[in-house]
T-cell receptor, first 112, second 116 residues
Framework: DAGITQSPRHKVTETGTPVTLRCHQT?????MYWYRQDPGHGLRLIHY???????DKGEVSDGYSVSRSKTEDFLLTLESATSSQTSVYFC???????????FGQGTRLTVV | AQSVTQLDSQVPVFEEAPVELRCNYS??????LFWYVQYPNQGLQLLLK??????LVKGINGFEAEFNKSQTSFHLRKPSVHISDTAEYFC??????????????FGKGTKLSVKP
């Protein structure tokens, strides 16, 4: 299995609070991604990174920010959590574009 | 823009029967295609991939898929399913047009339910 660790695995937070999810990889892969998974929507890309300090928006980036200060870590921050951000969040990595991505185990976030 | 359509949201099938999960994609550039499987409360695991070469690709757990460029399809098949194949299956496309970073675009998933 690819070395990807997401933390925390589960979190319950209150509306309006900031939340940071962490993705840590040991594969030294260049590309890292954050997706959210919701019933009936599949996986949708939030943000991605193509190198240290190089990030860009995905399909559903509103309300989210990311940072990548080291190759191995990619952080996803919900600036002010809302109930619509209740979801399962997956981090993914790959070494080259147009190849398969490897996924973490996911973080289940509930905003109450 | 690239997109993926999985034509069935749920597929019930009896154990040892054959199954086909359908996937169509839309892209104006060369595509790279993937099928992933997700078991309950787990992440996504790669089943198989098409990058180039033979249009019939074989994956893990006895699954195979055929890339059909003229029909823009990449259907997943298994000749005889097991109870343990019960999971959600996702088709994905990566199509680098020189702009994006080759991100994977996913379909909405097909839940395969294998009944005894």
């Amino acid at each position: 299995d690819a070395g990807i660790t997401q933390s925390p695995r589960h979190k319950v937070t209150e509306t309006g609070t900031p939340v940071t999810l962490r993705c840590h990889q040991t594969e030294n892969h260049r590309y890292m991604y954050w997706y959210r998974q919701d019933p009936g929507h599949g996986l949708r890309l939030i943000h991605y990174s193509y190198g240290v300090k190089d990030t860009d928006k995905g399909e559903v980036s509103d309300g989210y920010s990311v940072s990548r200060s080291k190759t191995e870590d990619f952080l996803l921050t919900l600036e002010s959590a809302t109930s619509s951000q209740t979801s399962v969040y997956f981090c993914a990595i790959n070494g080259r574009i147009n190849t398969e991505a490897f996924f973490g185990q996911g973080t289940r976030l509930t905003v109450v | 823009a690239q997109s993926v359509t999985q034509l069935d949201s749920q597929v019930p099938v009896f154990e040892e029967a054959p199954v086909e999960l359908r996937c169509n994609y839309s892209s104006s550039v060369s595509v790279y295609l993937f099928w992933y499987v997700q078991y309950p409360n787990q992440g996504l695991q790669l089943l198989l991939k098409y990058l180039s070469g033979s249009t019939l690709v074989k994956g893990i757990n006895g699954f195979e898929a055929e890339f059909n460029k003229s029909q823009t399809s990449f259907h997943l098949r298994k000749p005889s399913v097991h109870i343990s194949d019960t999971a959600e299956y996702f088709c994905a496309v990566s199509a680098w047009d020189g702009g994006s970073q080759g991100n994977l675009i996913f379909g909405k998933g097909t839940k395969l339910s294998v009944k005894p």
